[in-house]
């Protein structure tokens, strides 16, 4: 068996930082030890950060690769790709591709079948060329008619790991402050005012005919299937007793400290934006990630639309005081992979998957040097 020896390293663990050494050996982490190694062939990683490789339960990047400009669309494997690479860039070595199912205007991209996608990965995975362990998110947009549908080929799938349930409907959750939706909807979607109004006008309609019974027959599905279910969205209290009595384990960018408060006295596993870290703040005028750590209510965070957020979220919720650089760290790696069920990875201990990231600050910002997956460098 093929064993690489990492030295001179800083390692961070589940609870302190050690100068040491690690070795890879079949996949998995076979020793760590403190100070140097006298083997032969060692690596020597010049005093920089050795971390568990990052997980990331929702992001939407590879939309933007498949649609990179509106109504362009670009081919699947190609876009898988670009994607992937770019996860592995960033040091997110195992991704939830978060895949929206419905649309309730019916002119967007999450309209369409995307379950080509299960192909590509498969076939990309038979050639070895995956740089990221992929797995599959699906996002249930509850308000449009054509949600379970457009689920269908994602049922009972071996990538399967997570579904959410979502009402991005204006004046509803993230979108309950009018103005902001609108600056959203008429700038993001091209609507006009006229037609924002008019949707905020059928938005009940909509919300009685598909999003509740949508809810119950997603969360109805998750239960049988033992498939992990968020929210998405918590607003208020009763935003997450909906959710624990439907069974989420998980409360995806609670956007007030009340519904954050709620999901931890619940038990519910608390997601929240890296990019909302990194920005200081919401782009949506929700709650402050930031004071969220500062409390001890976040769990793990998420990348969300920008994937060099992650690393660097973690880096600045150390370097701001709100927890300890491992504390950090376990927020986009141990928090995240257990919230999905993968018991395997996420931290850096002994018999564990051997991704880890070689990680070096420089000025405010960790720079990525190397990935390895399952103990193999891929970036």
């Not at 592995?88 to 996608?117: K, M, W």
């Not at 590509?120 to 995975?125: G, R």
């Not at 002994?350 to 390895?372: K, N, Y």
Request: net charge negative; aromatic share 6%; glycine share 8%.
């Amino acid at each position: 068996m093929t064993e690489t020896v990492i030295h001179n390293a800083r390692i961070v663990l589940d609870d302190e930082v050690i100068s040491g050494h690690i070795c890879l050996a079949g996949g998995r982490i076979a020793a760590i030890g403190h100070g140097a190694s006298t083997q032969a062939g060692a690596l020597d990683w010049d005093g920089d950060w050795l971390l568990p490789g990052l997980v990331e339960v929702h992001t939407d990047n590879l939309e933007r690769h498949v649609m990179p400009r509106p109504k362009v669309r670009f081919p699947m494997q190609s876009a898988v790709q670009a994607h992937d690479a770019e996860m592995a860039a960033n040091g997110i070595t195992t991704v939830l591709d978060a895949i929206g199912v419905g649309d309730p205007y019916g002119d967007g991209f999450r309209s369409h079948d995307q379950s080509e996608l299960l192909r590509v990965l498969d076939t990309l995975d038979e050639a070895g060329t995956l740089r990221a362990d992929h797995f599959i998110h699906i996002r249930c947009e509850l308000p449009a008619a054509n949600a379970r549908e457009l689920f269908e080929p994602f049922s009972a799938h071996r990538r399967l790991r997570l579904i959410s349930l979502m009402d991005h409907t204006p004046g509803q959750r993230q979108w309950r402050d009018l103005d902001h939706a609108r600056v959203y909807y008429t700038g993001k979607k091209g609507w006009s005012d006229a037609k924002f109004d008019e949707e905020v006008r059928i938005a009940p309609e909509r919300q009685a005919l598909y999003a509740e019974p949508n809810r119950r027959w997603f969360a109805d599905y998750a239960r049988a299937q033992e498939v992990s279910l968020a929210t998405h969205d918590d607003t208020t209290a009763e935003h997450v007793d909906e959710a624990h009595r439907l069974g989420a384990s998980m409360s995806e960018f609670p956007t007030t400290l009340e519904a954050a408060r709620r999901a931890r006295a619940l038990g519910l596993s608390t997601v929240m934006g890296a990019p909302n870290v990194v920005r200081g703040g919401s782009h949506s005028g929700n709650a402050s990630a930031m004071d969220m750590a500062r409390a001890g209510l976040v769990d793990s965070l998420s990348s969300d639309y920008v994937p060099a957020s992650l690393l660097q979220a973690a880096w600045r919720l150390a370097e701001e005081g709100a927890c300890t650089l491992p504390q950090a760290v376990a927020i986009v790696s141990k928090g995240p992979a257990l919230a999905s069920g993968l018991h395997d990875r996420g931290r850096i201990a002994q018999g564990l998957r051997a991704d880890v990231l070689r990680v070096r600050p420089v000025g405010s910002a960790p720079a990525v040097r190397e990935v390895w997956s399952r103990g193999s460098r891929v970036a």
